[in-house]
C-alpha cells in the first residue's frame, strides 16, 4: 500500500515545451518612413502622357486624370447610348428592308410561273441589291430631310439679321475646303465681326438710353465666334445649328 501512495505521489508534471525567442516585429524607423513617403508622393505626383481621341495629347497626374474622367463620364455614357440606339435603329432598317426586298422580288408576276427552287435561286440573288437600293433610297431621304432643316435654320438667320446674312454666300463658305466653321450663324458673325460687334453696340446703347429692352443690354463685349472647338464634319455641325431652332 505504501508503495502504491509513493506511486501516486509521485506522479510526473507535464512536461512543456521549450520556449523559443519571441519574433519581434520590425517598425520602420523614422528615415524608412520619410522616405516611404517621399515614393507615395513621388507615384501621386508622377505624370502620364494620355492620347485622346481628337489627336492632342496632355501629361496627367493619377488626380488629374481621375477628375478628368468624373467629368466626361456623363458625356461619355450618353454618347454611348446615342451610339446604341444608331446601331439598334440601323439594323431595324436593314432587316426591314431585307423582309421588303425578298417579298418583292418573290412576288413578281415575272416569277408567276417559274420552277419554286430556281425563284428561290433567283431570290437570294436579285434580293441583296434591292436591298441595297432601299438603302440608299434611305439615306437619301435623310439626307434631304437634313438638307430642309438646313435652309429652315438659314431662312431663319436672314429674318434675324435682316439685309446682312447672305444665304449663298455662307453656304459657298462653308463648301470651301479650308473652312472649320460648320455653324451658319458663327460662320457669319465671324465672316462680318465688326459689323456683328457694332450691332450689339448699337442695341445696347438704345436699351440704355432710350429704356427699351432689347434682347441683351449687357454692356460686355459679345465674345468673338470660332474661339470654341469647331465641328469636325458636317452631320456635327447640323447638329449644333439644328439645337438653335
Known amino acids: 500500500m505504501e508503495e502504491e501512495t509513493k506511486d501516486q505521489d509521485q506522479t510526473e508534471a507535464p512536461v512543456e515545451a521549450p520556449k523559443g525567442p519571441k519574433t519581434l516585429k520590425k517598425e520602420s524607423t523614422p528615415a524608412e518612413q520619410s522616405t516611404e513617403k517621399v515614393e507615395s508622393d513621388k507615384v501621386l505626383s508622377k505624370a502620364y502622357k494620355i492620347e485622346f481621341p481628337d489627336g492632342t495629347s496632355r501629361d496627367m497626374t493619377p488626380d488629374e486624370l481621375y477628375e478628368h474622367y468624373q467629368k466626361i463620364g456623363p458625356e461619355f455614357n450618353r454618347k454611348s447610348q446615342e451610339l446604341a440606339e444608331y446601331k439598334r435603329q440601323q439594323s431595324e432598317t436593314e432587316a426591314r428592308n431585307k423582309r421588303t426586298a425578298e417579298e418583292s422580288v418573290s412576288k413578281s408576276t415575272l416569277l408567276e410561273n417559274v420552277d419554286p427552287s430556281v425563284r428561290d435561286a433567283i431570290v437570294q440573288i436579285v434580293s441583296p441589291v434591292i436591298q441595297e437600293a432601299l438603302g440608299q433610297r434611305d439615306k437619301a431621304e435623310e439626307a434631304k430631310r437634313v438638307n430642309e432643316r438646313e435652309m429652315k435654320r438659314l431662312d431663319d438667320l436672314?429674318?434675324?439679321?435682316?439685309?446682312?446674312?447672305?444665304?449663298?454666300?455662307?453656304?459657298?463658305?462653308?463648301?470651301?475646303?479650308?473652312n472649320e466653321?460648320?455653324?451658319?450663324?458663327?460662320?457669319?458673325?465671324t465672316l462680318h465681326w465688326d459689323d456683328y460687334l457694332d450691332e450689339q453696340i448699337t442695341a445696347a446703347m438704345k436699351g440704355k438710353s432710350g429704356g427699351t429692352t432689347t434682347e441683351s443690354t449687357s454692356t460686355e463685349a459679345p465674345k468673338k465666334p470660332g474661339e470654341t472647338t469647331p465641328a469636325k464634319s458636317f452631320s456635327e455641325a447640323t447638329k449644333r445649328a439644328m439645337s438653335r431652332i
Open 158 to 178: 436672314e429674318k434675324k439679321y435682316p439685309g446682312k446674312f447672305n444665304k449663298l454666300e455662307i453656304l459657298r463658305k462653308m463648301q470651301d475646303p479650308a
Open 181 to 189: 466653321i460648320y455653324d451658319p450663324e458663327v460662320l457669319y458673325r
